[in-house]
């Protein structure tokens, strides 16, 4: 078993749909949850950071952490056609940058 | 210009050959890293540095060389290709590595 799990989709919404993208994870150690998206030929970029749970809001992105269920979510309102590229969780613990482990990645496609 | 370049951008090589894969940071962080992406496996860490002439393995290591001689430089080395490491190539640097990193826009390559 993967210690972090992510749906790879493909997810496809209609613009303006709200997305809500996912990943679990076994390691109860993480501390540190990120949110990177990586447009098609190009690296992963950072979207969201979170530090232990709780929740962050970022415009129109929201990225919440339940460590309880070691579960985390990304949600985008009002998702717009420049939202389509891959989506990636990330996690580490308190070693910090060599234990950061990724999720496979969610393909989201945002429909004109 | 700041940020962190890879070159080349695509290579092919053929199965044997030595093959380097260049990476350069202007911003002097600390950690630097190497990831491999392929289709399945999302990110895996090959190998990362803290620090100059301070490396370490990651989750994939066989098969890579890495050096670290100055911190602005993470050179991953391919000692005898093979199919198995055609893949697409990202390099990484982050500061502390507790928020994220930033990623290079990576290196395609094909081992014929």
């Known amino acids: 078993q993967k210690e972090v799990e992510q749906d790879p989709g493909p997810l496809s919404v209609p613009e303006g749909a709200i997305v809500s993208l996912n990943c679990t994870y076994s390691n109860s150690a993480f501390q540190y949850f990120m949110w990177y998206r990586q447009y098609s030929r190009k690296g992963p970029e950072l979207l969201m950071y979170t530090y232990s749970s709780g929740n962050k809001e970022d415009g129109r992105f929201t990225a919440q952490v339940d460590k309880s269920s070691k579960y985390i979510s990304l949600f985008i309102r009002d998702s717009q056609p420049s939202d389509s590229a891959t989506y990636l969780c990330?996690?580490?613990?308190?070693?910090?940058?060599?234990?950061?482990?990724f999720g496979q990645g969610t393909r989201l496609t945002i429909n004109p | 210009d700041a940020g962190i370049t890879q070159s080349p951008r695509y290579k092919i090589t053929e199965t044997g050959r030595q093959v380097t894969l260049m990476c350069h940071q202007t911003?002097?962080?600390?950690?630097m890293f190497w990831y491999r992406q392929d289709l399945g496996h999302g990110l895996r860490l090959i190998y990362y540095?803290?620090?100059?002439?301070?490396?370490d393995k990651g989750e994939v290591p066989d098969g890579y060389v890495v050096s670290r001689s100055k911190t602005e430089n993470f050179p991953l080395t391919l000692e005898s290709a093979t199919r198995s490491q055609t893949s697409v190539y990202f390099c990484?640097?982050?500061?502390?590595?507790?928020?994220?990193?930033?990623f290079g826009s990576g290196t395609r390559l094909t081992v014929v």
């Open positions: 540095s803290a620090a100059a002439d301070i490396t």
């Open positions: 911003w002097s962080h600390s950690y």
């Open positions: 990330a996690m580490s613990g308190l070693q910090g940058a060599q234990k950061l482990v």
């Open positions: 990484a640097s982050s500061e502390s590595g507790f928020y994220g990193y930033t």
